[in-house]
């Protein structure tokens, strides 16, 4: 294991960064926050990844680094704009910051580079570990351009660490947030026939992947960031409306979700599933602490 020491953050105000950065501040890791604005405290450091500029002084003394920042896919339509939004605020982001690390002395131990399963796209019941080939789609090109983005670190001989997360549930806020809302109207149901695969992952168990990935020596590249445990969608709708007690009766037809976000955004975050199992976290002894959806989606909600 890896000494405790100073870990720069990127996304630290997002549903993950705010719950990661208390998490290591507890294991006593010091935090350097990445803000977009000008620094207001002593722990924080300014960039901008849009204008290619970065505070590379206070960055000195750092011993490893947690990028998460990057657009939200799930707001709002995947318009040209919007797409190019996502795959920017990934890959110029990312090449940045490895460019930065890169160029520090001492150089830190580790890059822990967010990614996600869309890099495998949709591949139906197909159980993908870290070994699957990319997939295609909007998506899996961003995943690959975004991992790539991290090669100026990786070539620098840092640790590169690719978390390939899936759906996140959390007890406030993300997809979780928006899926239980139809249910509380009680007009919640299944996307289509409810086939496609669903891979998920806790906040509590992904906050404690990613201080397992910082800490682990002998982790690094591609690693899935998922429960052992994917589900298909019927099996997650019926599963949230029997928790939350309410009826889980009305499918939503694809055409409904195409015609309301978009082809793209539907086919390939709503409609095309992806089944991904995480052998890389099993290998390195990873212990969960939600393996199975039922008792996880209790303890949330």
């Not at 020491?5 to 006593?28: F, I, N």
């Not at 009680?186 to 998920?200: E, N």
């Amino acid at each position: 294991m890896a000494e405790r020491g100073k870990v720069v953050v990127t996304g630290a105000s997002g549903l993950v960064g705010s719950e990661l950065v208390p998490t290591l501040q507890r294991y006593g890791f010091d935090i350097v926050r990445l803000v977009r604005r000008a620094a207001s405290a002593d722990d924080e450091v300014r960039w901008d990844p849009v204008a290619g500029t970065i505070d590379t002084e206070g960055l000195e003394g750092i011993t490893g680094a947690i990028h998460l920042a990057g657009d939200n896919v799930a707001s709002g339509r995947w318009t040209d704009a919007k797409k190019a939004r996502i795959r920017d605020s990934r890959v110029a982001g990312t090449a940045l910051l490895a460019g930065a690390l890169a160029e520090l002395s001492p150089k830190p131990r580790v890059l822990v580079s967010a990614s996600a399963v869309g890099y495998y796209g949709a591949c139906g019941d197909e159980a993908l570990d870290e070994s699957a080939e990319q997939g295609t789609g909007f998506l899996a090109s961003v995943c690959g351009e975004w991992e790539a983005a991290a090669s100026a670190a990786r070539d620098a001989g840092i640790r590169v660490v690719h978390p390939r997360i899936g759906v996140v549930l959390a007890p406030r806020g993300g997809a979780l947030a928006k899926m239980k809302i139809p249910f509380l109207l009680g007009v919640g149901g299944r996307i289509g026939d409810g086939a496609q695969y669903m891979s998920w992952i806790t906040l509590e168990d992904l906050v404690s992947a990613l201080v397992f990935a910082l800490e682990r020596d002998d982790l690094e590249g591609p690693v899935n960031f998922v429960s052992p445990t994917p589900v298909t969608n019927a099996d997650f709708t019926a599963t949230l409306g029997r928790v939350l007690k309410r009826p889980a009766v009305l499918p939503v037809p694809k055409f409904a979700l195409r015609l309301g976000v978009g082809s793209d955004m539907a086919n390939e975050m709503l409609i095309g599933g992806t089944r991904v199992v995480p052998s890389a976290l099993h290998a390195h002894g990873f212990r969960w602490e939600h393996t199975t959806l039922e008792p996880a989606l209790r303890s949330l909600l």
